[in-house]
């Protein structure tokens, strides 16, 4: 659940930097034009492996239905972190997936 | 009814959700707190001991069957529950049989202590049990009222739902905005996140409690396509039960169910045991139906093991045979439940459900804040619906609450033998609601809001010290024994508490900042914070401190 | 008698909302019950008589949600009327062919 909760939030997190509005208030320096480009499908890349994970470990019927929660969770926070403590959402967002991923292999 | 669709679907909503709005917080309420029935069940019953650490299933087991052999002779199905994260004690079931003139007996739940193999002596109490049950079956109402009202809330929830996206202008491109700004914009913010971050669960929860009385609400077409015996016959196909085995009369000794538990080992790796259902009992077609905790959203097969109790044989049962329908129609059911999910996903289905109740919450004051600034300009004050709909806000928004506070006030100081104590816990939660329905009648709005957040503070504030003085289950005992259920509860209030408490002071600073900027002749009142702004915070905040936890 | 004129004037914007709260909620019940015979019919012989008629029970919150908007969405409250009738007996006879066409006794 907590593998499910961070890989959406960095989902969303990718997501957020697409959107010009937003990448300005994460990051403060230019990110350049191509990468940039990258950030959507990369989002919706790690969206659909987290969809896939979700029924991997909990089943056709289950896993869906924690996904949307995590989404949920995952979104609520990136919106009040946005608003009240933007700067961290990016360092967030690497520590969060780092973890996840060493819970993956471990597991 | 306006220039274009768009429009026309704004007004919709606006109404569709205000006319119920109220009705419909309630019931996300008591629905969100439905999710931990079992839990708050356990928390008004402090009579039951903490966890037991380090006893077997097969020594729960002994105990059970020696319980119900004593004192449930006679009885044919017996059902028995084992230690879950979600209920710590073992208990033990059954329905007795039916009085003259009713359809089905009582079933009664018994708690028992393992040391001493006998009944826990609880007090009466209703329990999460009646708290949940409220949120369809509207307490003082009769069944089928309660039931035509909620479906008629759901309806207009369903609507509100679908002509919220409508006229959602950017829901993609304001996906993540929440511009904490004050009055209307911030609060139009606050509602559109509360919406757009749960759409799934708010569409899924309330078409599936349209679902739940599906044959109810569509009696009209049920009844003009099948007869009494077909109804019967698609209600099995759509709901479909396992098979057991009748009383053949014929009395045999039962194997030990803890024996027989030896055989499900084969099945189940892990020793993930539910409970237990006992057919035919002490006859020579006794079964024992093991079920262990639930890895499917509908029902697996492979969660059941159904042994003949006599010989000890495992007998293969037929799998219940679902439509494709039935399939989608219990899908629904289990999802708007939540009784698959661990610990960790039943805190998001709580918090997800506190969302939902924010979002009605934040729904119902933005039609006042949207209102306000033409509302005092009138001569002669504000319009009569305007001032109804302001009363109605805080006494159900901040009233609720107190209310269920109350509720649990009630369990732990009404007189152990009082007669009807159950029934009062209840009372004592309407009472208090009706009062601060009325109370901000005579107070001025800003002033009700303050003061009823304050005694939300207080109230939530004090119950883990009522609980510390009326019972020995209060932190200094649950946390060193490490039974979250109760420590939990009252962690879980001083949370609310303190949310409260906060929401209580920031209002308190806006009027004093009000105040201050009328006297210094400044025009500032439209920059003022609304009181209610800092409800929502505080509602946003105790959902974020929630979280936090799990 | 004239105070009740002024009283219940049949101009006032109030009616015709009145109206259109009757037809969503009574035109759409009508009309969700009608859209449900209909798709069971339709599902008969594909899918079994009882799943059939299930499939139609289900789908009649999401007919009656569209039919409710649509009440408020049109420019009058007689459109409105109008265009639940139609589709209502549209729906009705519809099904009582389909029931001439499968042989259906229900």
Redesign the interface.
Known sequence: MLVLTSLCFTAMVLFCLAMTKHREQVIVHEVSILAVHFFRPLAWLLLSFTAYLSVDMYGWSIGPALLFGALTIAILLLTLLLTYRAKIVPKLAIVMSLIAIISIFIS | ?KDN?RQ??K??HTWVGLIVGWILFFMFLTGTLGYFYQEITRWMEPERPFIEHNITNEQLLDTAQAYLNKHAQGIDGWDIYLPNVRDQNLRVGWRHPAEPGKKRGQYKIKVLDIDSGDKVASRATGGGRLLYRMHYRLHYLSTDISYWIVGFCS?LM??AV??GV?IHKKIF?D??????KKGLPGWLDIHN?LS???L??HFMIT?SG??FF??TY?A???Y???NDD?YR??RK??YPRTAHLEKANQPAEMLDVSVLYQQTKTAWQDDDLSYVEMYATNDINAQVLFVRHE????YNPADEVMINAVTGEVIAQQAKEY????M??N?FF??HEGQ???P??RW??F??GL?GTAMIASGLILWTTKRKPQQMKKSNGPDFGYRLVEQLNIGTIVGLPIAIAMYFYANRLLPLDMAERAAWEAHVMFISWAILLIYPAFRPGAKAWSEQLTLAALVYLALPLVNALTTDKHLGNSLPQQDWNFAGFDLTFLVVGGCFAFAAYKVKVLQASKRSSKQSGKQRVRQSKPPVLAASESL?SL??VN?EKC | MSYLFTKFNLASPRWPVFSRILAATFGGYALATASSLFISQLLLNVVGKYQAIHIGLMLTFIVYACAAMWVFSVESASKAWMGLIKLTIFFTITTWLLMQFTGANS
Do not use: C, N
Request: aromatic share 18%.
């Open positions: 009814m669709f026309s679907m007004w919709f309806m369903l609507l679908i002509t409508v491109s996906f993540f905005t929440f511009r904490a996140v757009v971050i749960a799934p669960f078409y349209l679902l599906l044959f569509m009209l077409s049920t003009l396509q099948t077909e016959e698609m196909e759509i890895t499917d959203i509908t439509t494709g329908a039935g989608i129609h899908g289990s999802l698959f999910s661990g960790l996903a998001i289905y918090f997800t969302i946003l959902q974020q979280k």
